[in-house]
């Protein structure tokens, strides 16, 4: 809410993160400064002002050299912020187009000690989190997966003719969707209100909750099934109760214990880190 630029990249926050898109027209709407909202990529109705750059990468590359008109108000911004949506760094070019975000963002740089100019907008519930406490991708192809778990993964499907013949699929979670309806064994999760849980929101903010009734059935909440699985498979997990579990989570993400305390992010790291790549 204190920005006075905003660059949009290949997101729609006002379908994309509503709450975020709600601040930025309150921006818009309430304070003293002249925000300047400019669009990369669709020219829709975001509920404010905007100013569409245009929709494609050789816009990015003008924005990148300076060329393009709004380069000089991105360079002159006091508190400039680009917000990038996720999608678009996971393109077959997304590589490429990280290299160029991240010389755009170099150009907008802040007067304010502690001004984070680069931020990338995740689509998908619960992945703040995991990348918090340190999930990566782990393999380029499923093609040759002998065993995979399906974490409540029901909105993206995995063709099955993309997985080997023997892959066996196991499926862990509550909705029972196309994830659970693809599996060679349906292990049932408790939905969020039948367990205890920590969540993160788009802001990195932690936030605990408690369960408003128990699963029905054979259902068990998640790290449960986890646990046992592990004690079958000879790898016994080291937690036998939520407060364990907790313990060994702050040892890994401290931040995730502090409910309600915005966590800073850096995505400069690893969009460095991805300039390495290829």
Same mark, same amino acid.
């Given at each position: 809410?204190?920005?006075?630029?905003?660059?949009?990249?290949?997101?729609?926050?006002?379908?994309?993160?509503?709450?975020?898109?709600?601040?930025?027209?309150?921006?818009?709407?309430?304070?003293?400064?002249?925000?300047?909202?400019?669009?990369?990529?669709?020219?829709?109705?975001?509920?404010?002002?905007?100013?569409?750059?245009?929709?494609?990468?050789?816009?990015?590359?003008?924005?990148?050299?300076?060329?393009?008109?709004?380069?000089?108000?991105?360079?002159?911004?006091?508190?400039?912020?680009?917000?990038?949506?996720?999608?678009?760094?996971?393109?077959?070019?997304?590589? %490429?187009?990280?290299?160029?975000?991240?010389?755009?963002?170099?150009?907008?740089?802040?007067?304010?000690?502690?001004?984070?100019?680069?931020?990338?907008?995740?689509?998908?519930?619960?992945?703040?989190?995991?990348?918090?406490?340190?999930?990566?991708? %782990?393999?380029?192809?499923?093609?040759?997966?002998?065993?995979?778990?399906?974490?409540?993964?029901?909105?993206?499907?995995?063709?099955?003719?993309?997985?080997?013949p023997d892959c066996v699929?196991?499926?862990?979670?509550?909705?029972?969707?196309?994830?659970?309806?693809?599996?060679?064994?349906?292990?049932?999760?408790?939905?969020?209100?039948?367990?205890? %849980?920590?969540?993160?929101?788009?802001?990195?903010?932690?936030?605990?909750?408690?369960?408003?009734?128990?699963?029905?059935?054979?259902?068990?909440?998640?790290?449960?099934?986890?646990?046992?699985?592990?004690?079958?498979?000879?790898?016994?997990?080291?937690?036998?109760?939520?407060?364990?579990?907790?313990?060994?989570?702050?040892?890994?993400?401290?931040?995730?214990?502090r409910a309600g305390e915005?966590?800073?992010?850096?995505?400069?790291?690893?969009?460095?880190?991805?300039?390495?790549?290829?």
């Amino acid at each position: 809410e204190d920005a006075d630029l905003v660059l949009l990249i290949g997101t729609n926050p006002r379908f994309e993160a509503p709450i975020i898109n709600s601040r930025i027209r309150k921006t818009w709407r309430q304070s003293e400064i002249d925000l300047q909202v400019g669009v990369v990529g669709a020219d829709t109705d975001l509920t404010y002002p905007t100013t569409h750059l245009g929709n494609s990468v050789e816009t990015l590359l003008d924005l990148s050299n300076g060329y393009h008109p709004f380069s000089q108000k991105l360079k002159s911004a006091e508190r400039p912020l680009i917000i990038v949506g996720s999608s678009l760094l996971g393109r077959s070019d997304g590589v %490429g187009l990280s290299q160029i975000i991240t010389k755009i963002a170099a150009q907008a740089k802040s007067t304010e000690p502690g001004w984070k100019s680069l931020n990338v907008l995740h689509r998908t519930a619960g992945q703040v989190a995991a990348l918090d406490l340190g999930y990566h991708p %782990g393999t380029k192809s499923l093609a040759e997966v002998r065993l995979l778990f399906l974490m409540g993964a029901d909105s993206t499907p995995i063709p099955r003719s993309s997985l080997h013949p023997d892959c066996v699929v196991v499926y862990i979670g509550s909705h029972g969707d196309v994830g659970a309806a693809m599996a060679d064994v349906v292990l049932p999760g408790a939905a969020f209100t039948e367990k205890s %849980g920590t969540y993160a929101n788009t802001e990195g903010r932690a936030q605990h909750t408690t369960k408003a009734t128990n699963p029905p059935g054979m259902a068990r909440e998640d790290w449960k099934i986890v646990r046992a699985l592990s004690e079958i498979a000879d790898v016994k997990l080291p937690y036998d109760t939520i407060q364990e579990l907790r313990g060994h989570m702050g040892a890994v993400a401290p931040h995730l214990l502090r409910a309600g305390e915005r966590e800073e992010a850096n995505f400069f790291a690893q969009a460095a880190e991805l300039s390495q790549m290829g």
